[in-house]
């Protein structure tokens, strides 16, 4: 009777905690099916984790022993609308760990991790599951299906294979445990980036040492120094925004030479060192590959993009090295001239180079950051971008304050179509913080999808990493950082115009080196001086932008391209040259790695690639290995869309249709060059756009 009992009061408990857990629910309530951010705990993550793997398994196995014939409603479909609330789960916790994360959620994570990472591997090398498939996909030319279902039917056919199936089960033993390591690996990596970025900080005493520095700047570094306990001092630490500042106006050189050399060579050793990390994931993605039946792991990741093969994309990335390196040694040279000019005895380094940079461009075209950014209020900048979104698409944003935000500085927009028909909701987290990983990202945490026949709409966050405003002074943005707003709300977009019926091959489903085309193309609106004179307003004065200010901007719009672009391609160099070695793909000095490599390219040495291997977040734990490319690779085709934006008229509404209709709406639900030929009418890319708008001809 004790044990009936006491069975009873346990369930009464489980009962309890599930009906308490937001993430139990099926549905949730909040305006537009927000999370409910303010409801959501700590203790609420692992437990809907686990149920939410449960569930999934639950439906797998319904999947797998349906005795009626395998069919692409109950197979397909049946598997593509399962596991709901381990998604639901798996994008707040994601989220929000790169957004606004801390200790005990990292931790959570790093437990969460690998349970997933097991489910995943469990699902996709389960054969009698994918017998079920292989019967729809073996019949799939007498099924009559759209292009959509027929790409939800290959492209699920081969995640099955590429996650290893076929497999003889010594080798899908051992690929489970590669999955899982790399798992914790990409993890680390992350974390001690995030670590290392916030465990140091440089202070300053003596305020001659400021000297060039904006005063905003500094009142900012001295109220950091406050919070601290160090009245009467300033610090600067490693956000990336703050670190180019001082580089760039900071007259004192040596201590230019610290904070740089800190902030570029955090992660390489000490504390937060994350080069063992790197060398053990190239190892495992090498022998992953081999086992997958590819020479390298470039070879496995790029047979699912549009590149189709490594040899591809190092004919772009050479393509495009020679011009840019030429570029960036008369960049050099004009810093140098300047500084023998002004008596000085040293050779341009890489913590003199944006110093310097600045130096050079004021004297060329009597244009500075400085100038420009009373004109970039980040509020007024969000006004332009939408100002271009609405212009090209008809779509509109309303600022709401009824939903769940998990940070009091994010804002929430309805964003409504021309016909006021719902298009989703969008977060906007604009600054910088320390819980806040660095960098630029759109994400979403609900993708467009079709449910019981219903249009359910997109939930779509972009996270900034601009600097907050202070007590007198508001944030104010280089043009980098305005370009890089315009360049989020492409991914916003694409998430937000999708109309596609399947979660999987909605918004930005597609593959890596075509996800960037609809971000990059709408950074080309920013400096257009139509889109210019609407957001572009003094914060003081309301003076709009004025025509001699944008006349100097244009001619110095291809001025430091050498560097950029030199930096960037070193990055993705960098990037193939890791997953391009075979198994086994030894790495036992990452930095004497990277060296080599470098040197044979001939990169200069002022010039490091953009991120040096210690701190590439974007291959060692963002997605983007044997990715990096695909920036310039969909660079070709937005310099070739925008050509016909130009011709026809920026805000010309047939090829915008166009654009929405063959980019913006349509998902991954065909090839990405169908997609992209049908927008253009037929004609290939080409890549002389690309080349002319560097200055690279």
Known sequence: MKKHLFTIACL??????????????????????????????????????????????????SIQNNKQPATFANTIEALENSGQMLTKVSLVLGNLTEAHTNAQLQEINKQVTPLVTAHY???????????????????????????????????????FERKGVNLPAEQKTRLKAINARLADLTIQFGDNVLGATNGYYMTVDNRDDLKGLPEPFIEKAAEAAKAKGLSGKWIFGLGKADVLTFEQYAENRDLRRQLYEYYQNRCNGGKWDVNPIITEIVSLRAEQAKIMGFNNYSEYVLDDNMAENPENVFKLLNQLWTPALKMAKTEEADMQKMIDKEGNNFKVQSWDW???????????????????????????????????????????????????????????????DADGSLLGLLYLDYYARPEKRSGAWMTNYREQHYENGKDVRGIISICLNYPAPTATMPSLLTFDEVTTFFHEMGHGLHGLLSKCRYTSLAGTSVSRDFVELPSQILENWASE???????????KTGEVIPDALIKK??????????????EYLAASLLDMDFHTLKYPAAVP???????????????????????????????????????????????????DAFSYFKKNGIFDKKTADSFRKNILERGGTEDSMILYKRFTGGAEPSVQPLIERRGLN
């Open 529 to 539: 001086p139509e889109v210019l004179k609407v957001y572009a307003k003094h914060y």
């Open 589 to 639: 000095n990452v930095p004497n790695f990277q060296q080599t490599e470098m040197d044979k390219i001939g990169l200069i040495p002022a010039i490091p690639p953009r991120y040096n291997a210690w701190l590439f977040q974007h291959i060692f734990s963002g997605g983007y290995a044997s990715g990096y490319y695909a920036y310039i690779w969909a660079e070709v085709l937005d310099a």
């Open 354 to 416: 944006w110093y310097y940079a600045e130096k050079v461009r004021t004297a060329k075209y009597n244009l500075s950051e400085e100038e420009m950014k009373p004109y970039f209020e980040v509020s007024k900048v969000r006004e332009g971008v939408f100002y271009t979104c609405n212009k090209l698409y008809g779509i509109n944003f309303k600022k709401v304050t009824n939903v769940p935000v998990y940070m009091k500085d994010v804002d929430a927009f309805e964003v409504t």
């Open 12 to 61: 009464f408990i489980v009962t309890f905690m599930m009906a308490q857990n937001p993430f139990f629910e099926k549905q949730w309530t909040t305006p537009y099916g927000t999370p409910p951010f303010d409801k959501i705990k700590l203790e609420h993550y692992l437990p809907a984790v686990k149920e939410g793997i449960k569930q999934h398994q639950t439906e797998i196995l």
């Open 121 to 159: 591997d469990d699902l996709y090398m389960n054969e009698n599951l994918f017998k079920r498939v292989k019967m729809v996909y073996d019949k799939k030319a007498t099924l009559k299906l759209t292009p959509e279902q027929s790409q939800l039917l290959k492209k699920t056919y081969e995640r």
């Open 553 to 566: 901007m244009q001619a110095a719009e291809k001025y430091g391209q050498g560097f950029s672009t030199t």
